[in-house]
């Protein structure tokens, strides 16, 4: 039936298919695979799977279907074998028939649409592919695709898919390659805009979400002009990928996000696909995640999960319980909701993935449910789930999945079992003929050993593997070994080593067109180098990655490299050339319109004039200007660093107290009305800081703090902690836990210093660096001291002193040994042992009103606020979707 009717004599005169495919199989050795199941429900059919080379076939068809139609035609023609006269002898577009008669011969099938169709087949598999995950195969689809099809707008779309898959295996240059060709010859219309959003995923995976928006805002505006909506979803998806990473994460790229993710929504639902536009509704909803807005996750995840359960769509309502589940687990991580709640949540999902036999997706619901296992005190069984899943992405040969499994796998194991989990996959990828993954595992040993201290042992591994690495001889493996020895030398402190290993590597990643990769390396380079207190090798380190970007034509992330060079420079005492450079990486973000880039030159304007020239006035202009750039770019986040500028000229200056506060407090108000967490944070923790340096300037001059600058700073600075915890940034909460430990000190409250320190420490022992572990055991030395606990005091410090040896913090080193030192004094006098212990102090009298109270007011004020107008938004988008469903059982009623 799939040829069309046909004579009976041209039925009878041809051969059974299945002996065609027989003998085709037996001759060419063409591989078959089974469908799922026929259009019509029936069984699963046989069908051809096209080799990459379409072996004895032009355009990849199958031989047995080319028997079958040269019999067809050869029955329909009258069964004789035609003798096809000389082209010189025949006019165009005619033939003479047997008999010679000079009537045009029967039509022949069009090999160009048959090819076409093939090819589009062929696209299809391949987004079936990367779906599954299987990248390699993808790829070989989509260029066999490529090269049948004819229209640029299709090969356009096989870039695309090209490209995705070259990402998933980090070949960047080679997608660059790609792409530039394209955009050199296709850069208008549809086609131009399907390369574009290729070019964004590049950008995207490279590290460029500036770029990336900026690509993605065009490719929107061109599939408007076209009236491609599906073009549209996807310029899009790109926005909302460009912003949840542009500038941190900050508040100015999620807005922009969630105003695409929005717009997206209102797109499938014109085109009325439920399973898009359940899609969409978890996409705003990771947005609101992002923008830490628990209450319209939660709700939009619940309307995606309804509205698969509608319509039926067991995948989308797999997908959407999974996301809930997440959202569920992020509320339990801030003591919002029960983690129960989200393990009923992520276990439906797993079942769902996994009766549809959905590997990927089962994957990432098991690592949900481990993650909501985890929060709830359950580490076993989080480990039984991360522990399948890796047995999962094993068997379907996903690298990027498997490592990502791996480093799950890696927090919850102890070092040694993290490590024989690594080693047991380079093994698997060895046999199975993966050097870049063997490699990947191996290097992520030897940085398991580092973190744990074992350095000899990472010195081994490193060395097996960079040895194993040229064995292989593949450029990106041999990049990741050097880079793995250039750390190890820099653990046992080999700088020189270091340095040379460093900068073979940042060769190779170079010759591989991993741009940021190399830039990585530069930046650890110069980390080393100021480690190491060689400020001359570590401005070439910087100068180096300016290079890199400079080669790259990344004029943005040069500049951005510039302005740390000037930071750099200024250490070593060149004040007026670091002060140029600055305003030359100005210049070049003005030139680029780069408002972004402006601001935070301004800014490095301001601190290098601070810092270093003690300008103090030129400094607040410059942070004036900072703040006008960032005002404008309605980027509340900037304006709060901006404004911190400006209250430490102050300070510098010596203007009152007040004055320097009502600065810095205007920063929260900015940031709570804007709804920036993340900049509610910082504005915070910026206010404590104020008032800590403030009340430093008075202690150390023997001074008393004067009013109750230090009861806001104590109030503020708790206020800061717990919005961090609120944002689970357990590193910056450690910060502010660390500095409300220093300002009990000088209140004199010794318990609450030591509480605060002691919550310090438990948050920086997961850390993967000992500097802030160090710095909280030295507090709780000095909390101890305040108490006379002097033996717990020098046990304290004894082990902050033997971590700042092995970083080398000479400073901070001898502040403990000070302490050891008064500790050993006053157990030595060995008081009675029956003397009478001080009674407990009574706790100090807290004022009730101040700075802090005002701050909280004008949060709450604008909380309330920003949930009713969230509340309404969120109404209405959830409104349309009812009223949408509404209409459709309306239709399909009538």
Not at 217 to 242: H, N, P, Y
Request: glycine fraction near 6%; hydrophobic fraction near 40%; include cysteine.
């Amino acid at each position: 039936s799939r040829f069309g009717s046909r004579s009976r004599a041209a039925g009878a005169a041809m051969p059974r298919i299945s002996q065609l495919k027989k003998k085709d199989e037996e001759e060419e050795d063409v591989d078959f695979e089974v469908s799922s199941a026929g259009s019509d429900g029936g069984p699963p059919r046989l069908r051809p799977h096209v080799p990459s080379s379409g072996r004895g076939v032009p355009g990849g068809r199958p031989r047995w279907q080319l028997l079958v139609d040269a019999r067809r035609n050869a029955s329909e023609g009258g069964g004789g074998k035609k003798e096809k006269a000389p082209a010189s002898a025949q006019p165009k577009g005619r033939c003479e028939d047997d008999k010679g008669t000079g009537e045009a011969a029967p039509r022949q099938p069009d090999r160009r649409v048959e090819e076409e169709e093939e090819a589009a087949s062929m696209l299809s598999r391949a987004e079936t592919q990367i779906a599954d995950g299987r990248h390699q195969e993808a790829l070989r689809l989509a260029r066999a695709a490529w090269g049948l099809f004819s229209d640029q707008v299709n090969e356009a779309r096989a870039v695309k898919l090209i490209v995705k898959a070259l990402l998933a295996d980090d070949k960047f240059g080679e997608a660059r390659k790609l792409v530039e060709g394209h955009l050199a010859s296709k850069d208008t219309g549809r086609a131009g805009a399907i390369v574009g959003l290729a070019n964004a995923q590049i950008q995207l995976a490279m590290g460029r979400p500036s770029e990336a928006m900026k690509i993605g805002e065009r490719s929107r505006t061109a599939f408007k002009d076209l009236q491609d909506e599906a073009g549209l979803a996807e310029a899009l998806d790109v926005i909302i990928a460009a912003g949840k990473t542009l500038d941190g994460g900050s508040a100015l790229g999620t807005t922009r996000a969630l105003r695409a993710a929005e717009e997206a929504l209102e797109v499938w639902r014109r085109g009325e696909d439920a399973a898009k536009e359940a899609d969409a509704l978890l996409a705003l909803a990771k947005v609101h995640l992002e923008r830490y807005e628990y209450e319209d996750a939660f709700a939009f995840t619940g309307a995606a999960v309804e509205l698969c359960r509608q319509k039926n769509s067991e995948k989308g309502e797999a997908a959407a319980l999974r996301d809930l589940a997440a959202v569920v687990a992020a509320l339990a991580e801030v003591g919002r909701e029960d983690a129960d709640t989200a393990v009923h949540y992520a276990k439906d999902a797993v079942e769902l993935f996994r009766c549809l036999g959905d590997r990927l997706g089962e994957i990432s619901a098991r690592l949900v449910l481990a993650s909501a296992f985890q929060t709830d005190g359950m580490s076993s069984l989080a480990l039984e789930q991360v522990q399948a899943s890796l047995s999962m992405a094993r068997e379907l040969g996903n690298r990027k999945q498997t490592l990502a499994v791996l480093e799950r796998l890696a927090k919850l194991h102890s070092p040694e079992r993290a490590i024989a989990a690594l080693q047991e996959e380079a093994k698997l990828a060895k046999a199975g003929d993966d050097p870049l993954m063997e490699l990947t595992a191996l290097s992520r040993v030897t940085d398991i050993q580092i973190m744990s201290g074992k350095v000899d042992e990472a010195q081994t591994s490193a060395t097996s593997l960079l040895e194993r690495a040229q064995a292989i001889g593949e450029k990106r493996g041999q990049a990741i070994a050097r880079q793995a020895v250039a750390e190890t030398h820099r653990a046992a402190k080999k700088y020189e080593e270091a340095f040379h290993e460093a900068s073979r590597s940042y060769a190779l990643f170079l010759e591989v067109g991993d741009i940021r990769a190399a830039a990585s390396i530069s930046q650890n380079a110069a980390n080393w180098s100021e480690e190491a207190d060689d400020f001359e090798r570590a401005l070439e380190a910087c100068t180096q990655e300016q290079k890199a970007f400079q080669t790259a034509g990344w004029k943005d992330a040069e500049a951005m490299a510039m302005l740390c060079a000037s930071e750099r420079i200024a250490k070593i005492s060149c004040v007026r050339e670091a002060l140029s450079m600055a305003k030359k990486a100005l210049k070049m973000c003005q030139d680029l319109q780069d408002q972004l880039g402006e601001g935070n030159a301004w800014l490095c304007i301001a601190s290098l004039e601070l810092c270093h020239a003690h300008d103090y006035k030129d400094s607040m202009k410059s942070a004036s200007k900072a703040l006008k750039v960032f005002k404008s770019l309605g980027h509340a986040f900037g304006q709060a660093r901006a404004l911190k500028a400006t209250a430490d000229a102050l300070m510098a200056q010596a203007f009152p107290n007040g004055a320097v506060i009502n600065t810095i407090s205007e920063a929260v108000k900015i940031c709570a009305e804007a709804g920036d967490r993340k900049g509610e944070a910082f504005a915070l923790f910026a206010i404590a800081d104020v008032h800590n340096n403030l009340i430093l300037e008075e202690t150390d001059c023997g001074l008393t703090p004067e009013g109750d600058i230090l009861e806001d700073a104590l109030n503020i600075t708790l206020l800061s902690a717990s919005a961090y915890e609120g944002l689970r940034d357990t590193r910056s909460q450690a910060s502010a836990l660390l500095q409300l430990s220093a300002l009990y000190l000088v209140d004199g409250d010794g318990d609450a210093a030591l509480q605060a320190a002691k919550e310090s420490k438990e948050l920086a022992e997961k850390f993967d660096d000992i500097a802030p572990e160090a710095g909280a055991r030295l507090a709780i030395a000095r909390a101890h001291m305040l108490r006379e606990s002097w033996k717990d005091a020098k046990e304290a410090a004894e082990d902050a002193h033997s971590m700042y040896g092995d970083m080398g913090a000479e400073t901070d080193e001898e502040d403990a040994n000070e302490i050891i030192r008064k500790a050993k004094l006053y157990i030595d006098r060995k008081r009675g042992p029956n003397k009478k212990k001080n009674d407990a102090k009574k706790p100090k009298k807290r004022s009730e009103k101040g700075l802090w109270t005002t701050v909280v007011e004008q949060m709450e004020k604008a909380k309330t606020a920003e949930r009713a107008a969230s509340e309404k938004r969120r109404e209405t988008l959830l409104q349309l979707s009812g009223t949408q469903q509404q209409q459709q059982q309306q239709q399909q009623q009538q």
